[in-house]
């Protein structure tokens, strides 16, 4: 059993039960996350306040994470001072030392499941959302995303740009208390669900390693923990894959190398079939078919993309979807998106549904019959 359970730690004034592991994070993805309640004079746990709770020592063995963990603080208070930023970016409510079993230990108080919920435990707890939700939810969850970034990459910490470097539909949560969605952020991001569980599909970890951008570097089987970016613009591409799992669900790979095909794909042809297994079946013929001599190749010529554009059956997707995808997943960096010029692309500025109806039907499950209401409109590109 976890010898936190039933600890009870202090701010000095607040008195915080630990009660129940709620999810994981750190560089192995092995440190705990705890829902924790505070108590009051009766102390009664179900009508007591329940937050999230991190907790790194001072010293010892983590001392290295605890210095990042304390990094990623400073981050997460600056943008909560801001009265724009903290619309955005989930806020941390508290953080404090306290001695526990002898160790000065870092602890970090922030909204809980009870609260907020992430994308992926939207997708990945019904079978509703299993295959994706639909574009014109993606949409208002990637303004509001895209939003954040630009608070984000607008900060400088310690002289150098500030990056989310860790955003994944994981960190893209709706925070029941404000109604919208919000970006987890430095000390606020976390892996729900799943605890310590090697085989889950939707592993942070994992989808950080094989999901980061082409031009991260340090990036290699085995993946390492990625705590630095050169460029903003590699957390646009994980924009542009965390995109792709809003709109497929399980994005399962075997290798890095075959999500970066399928990204090559979608710059290239800038058209997304109604399946992820299909996709991947694309994306590796085409892959295919450009190591064929020039005179061979049946796919990757211009002609033939062309021509397959135009037999090209209207999905589920529009392709101003698609180009959306493609201005965050192209591997030079030079014709990626900035988060500023993300947020000025034509998908995010026409048709942009309600947030009433994010929550209704993608959150809480109510009948799919509002969507008559937002569409079908598709945004042209």
């Known amino acids: 059993m976890d010898e936190n ?14 009660l129940e592991p709620v999810g994981i994070w750190g ?60 619309g955005y970016i989930l806020p941390v409510t508290n953080s404090f030392y306290s001695e526990i079993r002898g160790k000065l230990t870092l602890c970090i108080v922030f909204p809980c499941k009870a609260d907020v919920i992430s994308l992926r435990s939207v997708m990945s707890t019904g079978p509703r959302f299993a295959d994706g939700i639909p574009e014109a939810f993606i949409k208002i969850a990637m303004v ?20 989310h470097m860790q955003l994944t539909t994981n960190a893209i949560v709706f925070n029941h208390v404000s109604e919208t969605v919000q970006l987890s952020y430095a000390a606020t991001v976390y892996e729900s669900g799943a605890i310590l569980n090697d085989n889950n599909v939707y592993s942070m970890n994992k989808m950080l390693a094989w999901g980061l951008a082409p031009e991260v570097k340090g990036v290699d089987e085995p993946f390492g923990y990625v705590h630095a970016y050169d460029t903003a613009k590699s957390d646009i591409w994980l ?59 049946k796919l990757s010529n211009e002609e033939a993309i062309t021509a397959s554009l135009a037999n090209v059956a209207k999905g589920r997707f529009s392709d101003c979807f698609a180009k959306f995808l493609a201005f965050c997943l192209d591997a030079d960096l030079n014709k990626r998106a900035s988060a500023m010029q993300l947020g000025k692309h034509a998908f995010l500025q026409e048709g942009v549904g309600s947030m009433i109806n994010f929550r209704d039907i993608v959150v809480k499950g109510l009948s799919p019959h509002v969507l008559r209401v937002l569409g079908p409109k598709k945004p042209r590109c």
């Open 5 to 18: 359970i039933g600890l009870v730690i202090t701010d000095g004034e607040k008195s915080y039960k630990i």
């Open 239 to 297: 924009v542009g894959i965390a995109a792709l799992e809003l709109a497929y669900g399980k994005i399962l790979v075997e290798s890095r190398k075959e999500l970066l095909q399928v990204a090559r794909y979608i710059c290239q042809v800038k058209v997304l079939p109604d399946t992820w297994e299909d996709l991947k079946l694309k994306s590796a013929e085409l892959a295919a078919d450009k190591d064929l001599p020039i005179k061979k190749r």
């Open 144 to 163: 509001r995303v895209v939003r954040g970034l630009q608070q984000i990459h607008n900060r400088i910490y310690n002289e150098k740009r500030m990056h």
């Open 27 to 86: 560089p192995q993805m092995n440190l705990i996350v705890y829902d924790a309640a505070v108590l009051g004079a009766d102390d009664d746990l179900e009508k007591a306040p329940h937050f999230a709770l991190k907790m790194i020592p001072e010293m010892g063995d983590l001392q290295e994470y605890h210095d990042m963990t304390l990094e990623d603080l400073h981050k997460s208070r600056k943008l909560a001072d801001d009265v724009i930023a903290r």
